[in-house]
């Protein structure tokens, strides 16, 4: 049998000859475009353009009709060139369902043709032409009919591409908002986000400030100092709080929830909106979000109130971890405000001033330093002086005491474990260096660590990168080391107890701390330093010292330093009756045998041994009041030419004056 075969280009009623053959063939292009579509307006203006010379019409336009009621041009072509509008044509038109063709009083051939029912964007093509002919109806209908379909597929492509946008956007905010360090211009970008996504003339976010029972709009545009505050039971933002749902109006005037109070303030016009709830972590509503005014003349759409939804969990949450963090960075500088005061370098003598410019100098840097010095002078204190007064300051401080490290677990300590690296490995910990990264790492006793112990600290320190026990994977470290002893260092080098590579590496640097005995001045200042601080955490009005208190302590030897000081003033300010501390109250804390390591040998006699002790009891009065005499008297309870003649009696080589 033969095969009769047949292109789309043959078919009959697609010839330019036939009377629908061009309808058709534009109908088919304007379905094609429309899939094609990215914008609304550049398709509307090419498709009414060739509807138009389609139709042969002077002026043809998409129309809608409105609340009120009234109609809206929504998109048009050519030149209407008529002094009023055809409504009740296109009433009927809409009405009835129906294509209307007549003639006005000018000759002009008006024409409406229905959109099918639930068409976006518009309701009929309208046109105006001078001249019309038998087909122009059913032309007509057949092009609305046409437009209505590809209105529809423009509508769901560019919803599509509005939902890809917003998803993106959304985001993309979520990025951003992880950054923002503050409240104000955070929740004036997420409106801004939202006016462009929803494509409408205003937003605002509502807080609810529920100790006040008010919501504050931010931003409010258009109100000075952009910032609004309102009942929060009242109008659209009010029922959304008690409901906890979303509101679309499409006509804001109309609505009894509307609160126009707010746009007398502000001399806006509301037409439309949607508000929808804020809500946290725990699902509380915390706020509303409102979008205002749809800039295509259209009601907002489930999509819209999606998106406004989206938008809000995330400026919710974003203000909730802001408000968290905000709270973490005031606590910790608080913390850190706190941690300073109480690492101050207090002092009057020489020695305590240079050691603050030192320190000043010092902590700037990263050197190594070393701080030596009897038990108690203060080591640790100088350590923590250095870190926060440096740019470590927001960072860990992070000690260490090597004296209480045994070799086996050092390492583990300082450099940490693996899970299952020894018998009591049950999880992966950190070591020291780790916790201390960024900051500062002080070592105490330094002088006591094992030499298995130093060899592993030396090399951590020249590779500055760590392994811990049982791993493999080399983890940079970022620490200063700040190392302290009480020990005598070269002298342990000498009798090969302690690296000597290890000793010039933490050594860079080196400040020693003199004995309390020998700065005697510092003794009241830091007495009085440490009563205030202990008087507050007792919770009790600060205590003042007697004259004979302040002798008493200055006449005692400190063989403690600085912290036996410390320890006494805290014992005075939990357990003293009075807010005056007398004498007898220290003489129950002060151990009279405390100075026998300066007593005289038992090798002397009474004499000598007497003799002996005055000298050294009169050097200390004198160093303790700066070697002014006067006062070195006063203390001693004699007059000034009394000590002249007691001192040479004792024959003491400090006599340089006569009476």
Not at 253 to 271: A, I, L
Not at 626 to 641: E, I, Q
Request: charged letters at 25%; hydrophobic letters at 40%; proline letters at 4%.
């Amino acid at each position: 049998m033969a095969t009769d075969w047949k292109t789309i280009h043959q078919v009959s009623m697609l010839s330019p000859a036939s009377v629908c053959g061009t309808v058709m063939q534009l109908s088919g292009k304007l379905l094609s475009d429309a899939v094609k579509a990215v914008e609304f307006e550049p398709f509307i203006r090419a498709s009414l353009s060739e509807i138009a010379t389609e139709l042969s019409v002077q002026w043809i336009a998409l129309v809608q009709r409105i609340p009120g009621p009234a109609w809206a041009v929504v998109a048009e072509h050519g030149q209407q060139g008529l002094a009023s509008r055809p409504i009740s044509l296109w009433d009927d038109a809409l009405d009835r369902d129906a294509a209307g063709v007549t003639k006005n009083d000018q000759g002009r051939i008006l024409a409406a043709f229905p959109l099918t029912s639930g068409t976006p964007f518009a309701h009929l093509i309208v046109t105006v032409g001078r001249h019309a002919d038998e087909s122009l109806a059913e032309s007509g209908l057949m092009m609305a009919r046409t437009m209505s379909m590809a209105l529809t597929l423009l509508e769901r492509e560019l919803q599509n591409r509005r939902q890809v946008e917003r998803l993106r956007s959304t985001l993309n905010i979520a990025s951003r908002l992880s950054i923002a360090e503050d409240a104000a211009p955070l929740l004036e970008q997420i409106a801004h986000e939202a006016t462009r996504l929803l494509n409408c003339d205003r937003s605002s976010i509502f807080l609810w400030d529920k100790d006040r029972n008010e919501v504050e709009a931010r931003p409010a545009l258009g109100v000075k100092g952009s910032s609004l505050r309102i009942p929060a039971g009242e109008g659209i933002v009010g029922e959304t709080l008690k409901t906890g749902k979303a509101i679309c109006v499409e006509n804001a005037y109309d609505d009894p929830r509307f609160n126009q109070e707010v746009d007398r303030k502000s001399g806006y016009r509301t037409r439309n909106l949607i508000c929808v709830p804020l809500r946290d972590a725990q699902n509380n509503v915390v706020g509303a979000f409102e979008g205002i005014n749809q800039n295509e003349n259209r009601p907002f759409s489930e999509d819209d109130i999606e998106c406004l939804t989206q938008l809000g969990t995330q400026a919710a949450v974003a203000l909730r971890n802001l408000q968290e963090r905000n709270l973490l960075h005031r606590s910790n500088s608080q913390l850190a405000e706190q941690v300073t005061k109480g690492v101050s370098l207090v002092g009057e003598s020489a020695a305590i001033s240079a050691l603050r410019d030192t320190v000043r100098r010092l902590a700037s840097t990263d050197l190594p330093v070393l701080v030596l010095g009897e038990s108690g002078t203060g080591k640790e204190v100088v350590a923590q002086s250095l870190h926060y007064a440096g740019n470590r300051a927001n960072c860990p401080f992070v000690a260490v005491n090597c004296a209480a490290l045994t070799e086996s677990l050092l390492e583990s300590e300082l450099f940490g474990h693996e899970r299952g690296a020894f018998t009591d490995a049950r999880d992966m910990r950190q070591g020291k260096f780790e916790l201390a990264d960024g900051g500062t790492l002080f070592l105490d006793e330094i002088g006591d660590m094992s030499p298995g112990g130093q060899a592993k600290l030396l090399r951590v320190l020249e590779q500055k990168v760590i392994t811990r026990v049982g791993g493999s994977q080399a983890i940079p470290i970022n620490v200063r080391i700040v190392a302290a002893t009480n020990a005598n260092l070269s002298e342990a080098v000498r009798a090969r107890r302690f690296r000597e590579d290890l000793y010039y590496r933490l050594g860079v640097v080196t400040l020693d701390l003199p004995p309390l005995r020998e700065r005697p001045e510092d003794i009241l200042p830091l007495a009085e330093f440490f009563l205030r601080r202990f008087a507050v955490q007792a919770r009790r009005p600060q205590l003042q010292l007697s004259s004979e208190a302040r002798r008493r302590l200055q006449s005692h030897a400190w063989p403690g330093n600085v912290r036996e000081l410390r320890n006494l003033m805290e014992r005075i300010a939990f357990l003293s009756p009075n807010d005056r501390v007398e004498a007898e109250d220290l003489a129950f804390i002060l151990n009279p045998d405390a100075d026998s390591s300066r007593l005289p040998s038992l090798e002397l006699g009474l004499d000598e041994a007497t003799r002996e002790f005055q000298r050294d009891f009169i050097r200390r009065s004198i160093r303790q009041v700066s070697d002014n005499m006067t006062d070195a008297a006063r203390l001693l309870g004699l007059h000034r030419s009394n000590l002249y003649r007691k001192m040479k009696q004792l024959e003491m080589k400090e006599v340089g004056g006569g009476e």
